[in-house]
Structures are given as C-alpha cells and as structure tokens.
C-alpha cells in the first residue's frame, strides 16, 4: 500500500503520472491522518504486515513529514520512500537511523533541473548514500523516445555514489507506445546488466505482453529482479490519498473517492469494492489503463 502524503512537487518530470487537477490542490495528509490509516492497514494484515510505499508529490515536502518520517521508524515491515531529492537537507535528515526504510530516488528529476537544483540533489544524495547505504535504489522512467546516451550523466552518478540497484519502469501516461519499443527497452536493461548494476522490475510502470521476442524474455527473467507483466484485473498497488480515499493505481488518480480505504474492517471486501468499483475485472490481462490527464 502507497501513502500519497502530498502533491506538492518542485520537479517537472514529462512521465509524471499525477493528474494536473490533483497537482493544483494541493492535499496533504497529516500526521494524524497517517497514524489513523497505518492503524487501519494494522488491523486489516493483522501479524503480516505490508511494506508500504510513502510517495508524492513529493513526499519530504509534507508540513508533517518529520513526525511521519520518525513514526515510520516504528513500522513492523519494510517502508519505501519515493523521492526526486528536490528538498531541503534537513527532511532527508529525518530518515537517518531507520533499519527498515530504503529510499527510491527518481533520477528523472535531476535530467530535467537546472543547475541549482541539481546541486542540491547531489548534497542530499551524498547524505543518504552514507546513512543508507545499500538501502538506496535509483529509479528510472524511460520515456517512449529514449536514447540509452540519455541516461549517460546518471549511471555515471550512480557509479560515483555507489548505487548498484536501478528500478526500471516505463511511461506510464504512454503505456501502450511501448508495445513496438521492446528492443529498445531491452538494449537498455542488457546496457544496466552488463555495466554490473542490479535491475528491479516495477509494477507501476510495468513491462507489456507483446514487447519482447523469447529470447529477449528469456534474458530479461533471468537478469531483472521482479520480472513481470503485471495484470491490473487481479495484481495492483494500492494508492491511499490524503482524505482516505483508495485506488488501484495513480492512472486512476481522477477517480478519487469512489473508494473509502476506512470503511473496511475486511482486506478482502476492501480489495473485491475495488475490482468492481474500478472495473478492474474488464481490463484485459497484461494491459495497463491510460492516463491521458497530464
């Protein structure tokens, strides 16, 4: 489960996947909000708790992020924190200590800053490769146009940092213009594997049936953690906003409110509202929604 704790962003990635509607308002949740829903998510697992995901937005620009972020520490399973790094200092600060947080940095981010913006993102990137260490990953949204020499300034970054993990993912706003870029998508995670970096497959953002030939497959499953053509009718990360509303993915982010994450005391009601109530058991297998509301 996905906390989104903001929409504020500084950063303008053209993949982003947050409607603009949603960017202009503004929400935010606050630490007693965070509190009551990680309580609910207790309740729902039970012993088993879920790793959860804390995104934006970005996140660390939240009034309530130190307290969240110390609370977060507490947390019985493993916390993901999505950032761009476009923050001050002292947010980043708030996470130094915590055994079970790994940070994802989106390095789309830094393509698209400008220098005084760039610089900050390495300050805060040096931070948390020393507290972090190998609880670090970089995130990497390739674009339906890439070029492999696009990502050349990253990966020598990312060899100066140190980070040996990389998230792949593909546009999401474009899903379906991947179904002829396979090749090119697979060029760049045989580049990542031969320059000895560990790649994740991502669920949001994830492969398409149809983009690669078997042999192309066969690599990939044999090369890329989480492997996966994610089917959305039955397999999906859950995204809670900050008035407690739930959808299955952020391509269903203008859809908010049809679902009440607090209003289940059952995982499996929770999960079966939202099947029916987003129509998830028409989506074909394999495919993914569009977002088409920039």
């Known amino acids: 489960m996905n906390f989104i704790l903001t929409t504020q962003c500084l950063s ?18 606050s630490f007693s909000d965070f509190k009551s829903y990680l309580g609910h998510i207790n309740l729902l697992y039970g012993k088993n708790k879920p790793a959860i995901g804390i995104l934006g937005g970005e996140p660390t620009l939240a009034k309530d992020f ?17 950032s761009n790094l476009i923050t001050d200092t002292s947010n980043i600060q708030y996470l130094i200590g915590a055994k079970n947080i790994i940070l994802v940095w989106n390095v789309g981010a830094f393509s698209v800053a400008d220098q005084k913006t760039q610089k900050l993102i390495l300050k805060n990137l ?64 045989q580049y990542l594997a031969d320059n000895k ?25 044999q090369n890329v ?3 996966n053509y994610n089917d959305c009718s039955k397999k999906f990360p859950v995204d ?20 009440k994450f607090t209003d289940y005391t059952s995982l499996k009601k929770l ?20 977002n088409n509301d920039k």
């Open 126 to 189: 040096n931070l948390i490769k020393k507290s972090f260490k190998d609880n670090v990953i970089a995130s990497i949204t390739l674009y339906p146009d890439f070029k492999i020499k696009d990502f050349d300034g990253i990966i020598k970054i990312l060899r100066k940092y140190k980070i040996k993990k990389i998230r792949v993912a593909i546009d999401s706003t474009h899903h379906k213009k991947f179904l002829d870029k396979g090749g090119a998508v697979f060029n760049f995670c």
């Open 240 to 259: 809670i906003f900050p008035d407690g509303s739930i959808v299955p993915c952020m391509a269903f982010a203008n859809k908010t409110g049809s679902v």
């Open 66 to 82: 130190p307290i969240i972020s110390g609370y977060l520490k507490s947390y019985k399973s493993m916390v993901r924190v999505y």
């Open 197 to 221: 970096f560990a790649i994740i497959s991502s669920y949001c953002g994830h492969f398409l049936k149809g983009m690669f030939n078997s042999k192309q497959e066969k690599y990939l499953k």
């Open 271 to 290: 999960k079966t509202d939202i099947i029916t109530k987003f129509k998830l058991n028409k989506i074909k297998q394999g495919s993914c929604p569009l």
């Open 12 to 29: 303008k990635c053209k993949f982003c996947f947050v409607p603009a509607g949603l960017r202009a308002k503004q929400n935010e949740m």
């Open 225 to 227: 953690v989480n492997f």
